[in-house]
């Protein structure tokens, strides 16, 4: 079981910034540690659940969908067993929720289904 814990969410004009946070920790045989892969994606009303970006925690490899590169980074700090996503650039096309995913059980990354764990969802919103 992968526990997952955002924050960061909040209003922000066009072309403001915001990073968010996912404290994640995974607790097996009384022991905690982070998870393998993690994401995020995002919601908006009335649409499907899109990827934004990915990393594997242990090797560092990154991905990214196509319309945030060069604005968005993700990044991690293992020692923390947390994942960030710097936001920068940001348009109103980037509101909606934003979710934290752990463990790519097969197959892409981009797609939701193939992901055990979510988290709780922090809401961005991008608006003059």
């Known amino acids: 079981q992968v526990q997952l814990v955002e924050s960061g969410g909040g209003s922000v004009q066009p072309g403001g910034s915001l990073r968010l946070s996912c404290a994640h920790s995974?607790?097996?045989?009384?022991?905690?540690?982070?998870?393998?892969?993690m994401g995020w994606f995002r919601q908006a009303p009335g649409k499907e659940r899109e990827a934004v970006a990915a990393l594997t925690v242990h090797y560092n490899d990154i991905y990214y969908a196509d319309d945030v590169k060069g604005r968005f980074t993700i990044s991690q700090d293992n020692a923390k067993n947390t994942i960030y996503l710097q936001m920068n650039s940001l348009e109103p096309e980037d509101t909606g929720m934003y979710y934290c995913?752990?463990?790519?059980?097969?197959?892409?990354?981009?797609?939701?289904?193939?992901?055990?764990?979510w988290g709780q969802g922090t809401q961005v919103t991008v608006s003059s």
């Open positions: 995913a752990a463990d790519l059980r097969s197959g892409f990354w981009y797609r939701a289904k193939n992901w055990n764990y």
């Open positions: 995974r607790h097996t045989y009384g022991h905690t540690a982070g998870a393998d892969f």
